[in-house]
């Protein structure tokens, strides 16, 4: 079955440390990976993809992420977190059996000051 | 995110009323998706077009009805909901039906 999977519901960072945010998937063959960031009361924005080719990918905001086959992983980074960087973040899989995508259940972020 | 834009942002309806989600997207994309996000749930995909054909139905209560009538608008028809309808419907589109999904703001629905 394709699935995924962000270990961690809420994560609490101060500003201007690094973080790092899990995301695991269950997908038969290589799949397409998506981040996605939800601010309150707004659809999701794509921070960065992942389809072939250069593991670690670059994303918008200064995020990056790295895809492991080995381990199923494409957990996202960023080296110093703003106070704007709080909001939700969603992982991503696909292509499912409809051409959609599937979601993790997000993992909330809060930036202290 | 301009590209994908929905109406109306928030929506409060009676169970016995009938109201219209709209969604249009102003990126020549070819496929376009109606995703449910419940509290404390995954995304869930409602419905896909492509080309303005229904891809395939999922197991979408009927008091949902999907309407397509060019590449670039889809509505989301609702009659007789729930309570436990009450939630952030996304609409989203792609190039194609496996490419980059965009986002749209959403439609916050309230069923009293």
């Known amino acids: 079955a394709q699935s995924v999977t962000q270990p961690d519901i809420h994560i609490t960072v101060s500003e201007g440390a690094s973080l790092e945010l899990r995301c695991n998937y269950s997908?038969?063959?290589?799949?397409?990976l998506f981040w996605y960031v939800q601010s309150p009361g707004q659809g999701l924005q794509l921070l960065l993809k992942y389809f072939s080719g250069d593991t670690l990918v670059q994303g918008i905001k200064g995020f990056e992420a790295e895809f492991k086959r080995s381990q199923s992983s494409f957990n996202l980074r960023k080296p110093s977190v703003h106070w704007s960087d709080a909001a939700e973040y969603f992982c991503a899989v696909g292509p499912g059996s409809q051409g959609n995508l599937i979601f993790g259940k997000g993992t909330k972020l809060s930036v202290k000051p | 995110e301009t590209g994908v834009t929905q109406t109306p942002r928030h929506l409060v309806m009676g169970m016995t009323n009938k109201k219209s989600l709209k969604c249009e997207q102003h990126?020549?994309?070819?496929?376009m998706y109606w995703y449910k996000q419940s509290a404390k749930k995954p995304l869930e995909l409602m419905f896909v077009?492509?080309?303005?054909?229904?891809?395939e139905n999922n197991s979408v209560p009927s008091r949902f009805s999907p309407e397509c009538p060019n590449s670039s608008h889809l509505f989301l028809h609702l009659h007789t909901l729930q309570p436990e309808d009450s939630a952030l419907y996304l609409c989203?589109?792609?190039?194609?039906?496996?490419?980059?999904?965009?986002f749209g703001p959403g439609t916050r629905l309230l069923v009293l």
């Open positions: 997908y038969g063959a290589t799949p397409y």
């Open positions: 077009y492509s080309l303005e054909e229904r891809v």
């Open positions: 989203a589109s792609s190039q194609r039906r496996e490419g980059t999904q965009y």
């Open positions: 990126l020549g994309h070819n496929a």
